[in-house]
């Protein structure tokens, strides 16, 4: 079989070249992008005017900067709707924001980023929702980190070779041993959390989603602002993360392995239960986050006492 260098068409790969830089840039010049991409500027303008013909790229007579034209709008739908992972990842990616009311986001690695496939956004005047086509940095978020823990050998290496490990707040890791050891631990317990690095007030939670490969395609993650997702609240919103990764994860082939995961899987059940019963109305503007141990304990229903049978039981006891 023929390489893939033997296919490489260099006309096309330019014009693919300037989009990318358009993109990148929100909005560029016809100097800024010639800087980006290392083309001069005589090739780079006809490659721009062929975009422009076509309804790729568009230029604004007053500024003469150049943004992505209307044509890639229904080209990015149409891959969305092929690629199937969104489809499939609409109703747990409700459920859940239904359940916490707390944004929902769904993103894939690209490129050494995150990019967002899919959002649900919380109802609540403060949230945080990043729109979907959005690249945002692997090293500091929860489906950043998820994807670098689950991806090949080649994921950390990509990711600092282009965009590096930049401190974005006081909490950013930026060591790469530090972001090694981070990801083990991610690996161990089967979620990722972004504590405040991506930015101050913010804290997400994510898990991986897996195809019929057994390969992690993609990381779920929900995300809020850091005084209603308090470490505590983590423990309940992590299991139903993981959860909902699992769900959409059956849905795309994935079969998990007998043994040990059936077990965790249970366990996780059980505590999930658990969790919505010692969180009731945890979905509502988050104010039962700190719900007291006292009424908590009124709180206690059959449901409850019967995560609590099903807890026992998956672990032996």
Request: hydrophobic share 40%.
């Amino acid at each position: 079989m023929r390489n893939a260098a033997s296919y490489r068409i260099g006309s096309l790969e330019r014009a693919l070249g300037v989009l990318e830089a358009i993109a990148d840039a929100g909005q560029a010049s016809l100097t800024n992008l010639a800087q980006r991409t290392g083309a001069p500027k005589s090739s780079l303008l006809r490659h721009l005017r062929v975009l422009e013909a076509a309804g790729y790229a568009t230029m604004n007579p007053e500024t003469k900067r150049y943004a992505l034209g209307a044509r890639l709008i229904h080209l990015g739908y149409a891959a969305r709707r092929q690629l199937g992972l969104v489809d499939v990842a609409a109703p747990p990616m409700r459920e859940l924001r239904d359940r916490f009311d707390e944004t929902v986001h769904l993103g894939v690695f690209s490129h050494g980023d995150v990019l967002h496939v899919a959002v649900m956004p919380s109802r609540q005047p403060l949230k945080m929702a990043t729109p979907v086509g959005e690249r945002t940095f692997a090293h500091v978020s929860a489906l950043g980190k998820v994807l670098l823990a689950w991806g090949d050998d080649d994921a950390i290496e990509e990711t600092i070779a282009d965009r590096g490990l930049p401190r974005l707040t006081d909490r950013t890791i930026v060591d790469r041993s530090e972001l090694t050891r981070e990801l083990e631990s991610i690996r161990l317990r089967g979620w990722a959390i972004d504590d405040e690095e991506s930015a101050i007030g913010l804290r997400c939670v994510g898990a991986p989603v897996r195809d019929a490969s057994r390969q992690v395609a993609a990381a779920l993650s929900v995300s809020a602002p850091a005084t209603r997702l308090t470490k505590s609240a983590v423990k309940a919103v992590a299991p139903a993360v993981v959860r909902a990764a699992d769900l959409i994860s059956e849905q795309l082939g994935h079969q998990a392995h007998s043994g040990r995961e059936q077990r965790r899987g249970l366990v996780d059940a059980a505590e999930q239960e658990l969790a919505a019963g010692r969180e009731q109305q945890l979905g509502t503007g988050g104010t039962e986050f700190g719900t007291p141990r006292s009424k908590q304990r009124e709180n206690r229903t059959p449901q409850v006492r019967d995560g609590r049978r099903a807890a026992a039981q998956a672990l032996g006891r």
